[in-house]
């Protein structure tokens, strides 16, 4: 039931939790971050909160270039933000550079993958579970925006999910993804 139920949702993190989000309604459930949990302090440690540069700097979309983005919520080391103009969704969190939030496309099969470091090897197992359980619409939002960042870069994708494979490898996954994605649906 857990699997079956898993297959249709996707993950927001919030608070040191990801929630389990059901496309499109509002149904969801909490599972814990390993990560969330609290680091033990260390000699010269820096608390992982938002500097105050961070929180203080102006951030725009990466892909509109000039349009602002407006905070919608923030966490204790996060800050999330809309663009107004195209709808996207970013996160910033400390320490990093801007990225798609959670659930946007392109973070949707990261996260099949999240753990894994040879996601290329996934692809096609990845690919056929998209097909079988996204909408035609749904496919067609992941791979347009997949193939968008992967022909104009605007992030390190790794971070939108603290994924373990190399950037490289996870930008191969996707494309393979895409591929796929493409190969299958032309079989239907
Ligand atoms: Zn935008």
């Known amino acids: 039931m857990v699997s079956s139920v898993k297959r249709k949702f996707s993950p927001r993190r919030c608070h040191g939790t990801i929630q389990w ?13 390993a990560k969330a949990s609290k680091p033990k302090p260390t000699p010269g440690h820096v608390p992982c909160v938002l500097r105050l540069e961070e929180l203080m700097s102006e951030h725009y979309c990466p892909r509109c270039k000039t349009v602002s983005l407006e905070e919608t919520d923030r966490a204790e080391n996060i800050c999330f933000f809309l663009c107004s103009n195209c709808g996207r969704r970013y996160a910033l969190e400390a320490g990093k550079a801007l990225t798609l939030r959670w659930r946007e496309a392109v973070t949707l099969p990261l996260h099949e ?41 605007t992030q390190q994708v790794r971070d939108t999910l603290d994924c373990k494979a190399s950037e490289v490898d996870l930008r191969r996954y996707l494309l393979s993804f895409c591929e796929h994605v493409q190969r299958l649906r032309g079989m239907t």
């Open 21 to 33: 989000v059901r496309w499109g309604s509002l149904v969801s459930y909490n599972r814990p971050v």
């Open 113 to 153: 993958v999240y753990g894994s470091d040879a996601p290329v090897e996934q692809a096609v197992r990845i690919a056929q579970k998209f097909v079988s359980h996204c909408s035609p619409a749904e496919l067609d939002w992941i791979i347009r925006e997949i193939r968008l960042e992967l022909d104009d870069p």
